[in-house]
């Protein structure tokens, strides 16, 4: 098939291609022109701009899109939408808050353009050797699609989610579920470490991954970020939030579902981008006042100033 894959970054231009090795004719556009070079090594055909490449397409033209979400892919899906035409199908493949995507399949639909939302997880080590694919469309566009999904996913881990906008849904609730397990593992590398036992942490871990019943893909990456310095002595303890999870917990608000494992990893997530915490901080306070507790002032050389 003939493809046009809009944002060739580290997952686009994996993505991308694939669907070249997959047998597929790709023609490629992201708006830094310092990717060329890399597109063509990859048999992509680098084009001028969108308009360069939706006129290269044969109708039905099929725009893939991978971009930040947000203002970035609203953005191009405004301008594609005013490229393209009937008939013609657009593909979200970024990480888009589901409602956005429900606002703009709305956009769209008025101008005859037929928009999928397509889930992609797996990184960008699932761009370059399979993904798994969460897609949100009809049945027969699924079906019309699949040659490029099947090019795309790994072997069993492409499925229809549903209409419009299950795609990135599903995707939003996969990535919350993430931030639990991650929090999870987390708290048990902290607990081993804690111990005043004599504990082989790494060993341990390693254990755990190999044939322990809380094995998994996420445990998999863990244990490979120990393995250079288990103490972690070069990292510092910032987790960004991507906005999935914000997103999730919002939904399970608004539909009355509990989700205290969410809530609690995304929580943690915001109290690691504080250079400290005031609410500790009040805390510990409060201790002193309450019951005489010392309360450990801080001094000239450690973060911040004395107080």
């Known amino acids: 098939m003939k493809i046009g894959f809009v944002g060739l970054g580290r997952m686009g231009m994996e ?11 790709v023609k490629g556009y992201d708006i830094s022109s310092g990717v060329k070079a890399k597109a063509q090594e ?24 991978q971009a930040p979400a947000g203002a970035p892919t609203n953005q191009l899906l405004a301008q594609l939408g005013e490229l393209l035409g009937e008939g013609d199908i657009l593909v979200d493949g970024g990480n888009s808050d589901f409602r956005d995507t429900l606002k703009n399949r709305d956009m769209l639909q008025k101008k ?7 889930g992609v997880s797996g990184g960008v080590q699932g761009a370059r050797e399979g993904a798994g694919l969460l897609v949100g469309a009809d049945q027969e566009i699924f079906d019309l699609l699949t040659p490029v999904f099947m090019s795309l996913c790994a072997k069993d881990a492409c499925t ?21 397990l991650m929090e999870g593992y987390a708290e048990g590398y902290e607990l081993l470490r804690a111990s005043d036992i004599d504990i082989d942490v790494l060993a341990v871990m390693n254990a755990w991954q190999q044939g322990c019943s809380i094995r998994s893909y996420l445990l998999e990456v863990m244990v490979r970020a120990l393995t250079p310095d288990v103490q972690l002595k070069n990292v510092e303890g910032v987790v960004q939030d991507s906005g999935m999870g914000r997103w999730a917990l919002e939904e399970a608000i608004r539909l009355r579902v509990p ?5 609690i990893s995304l929580q943690q997530r915001f109290r690691s981008q504080q250079e400290e915490s005031p609410a500790m901080k009040s ?19 450690s973060l911040g100033k004395a107080e």
């Open 15 to 25: 993505m991308a291609g694939r669907l070249v090795k997959g047998g597929h004719c």
């Open 42 to 65: 990859y048999g992509i055909e680098f084009m001028g701009d969108l308009a360069e490449l939706c006129e290269s397409l044969e109708t039905p033209k099929i725009v893939w899109l």
């Open 160 to 180: 229809r989610a549903g209409g419009q906008g299950a795609g990135h849904y599903a995707k939003m609730v996969h990535n919350a579920v993430q931030y639990a």
């Open 112 to 118: 005859g353009i037929y928009l999928v939302d397509c």
């Open 283 to 301: 805390l510990a306070a409060a201790r002193g006042e309450i019951g005489g507790h010392s309360v450990q002032k801080k001094t000239e050389g």
């Open 259 to 263: 989700t205290p494992a969410l809530a």
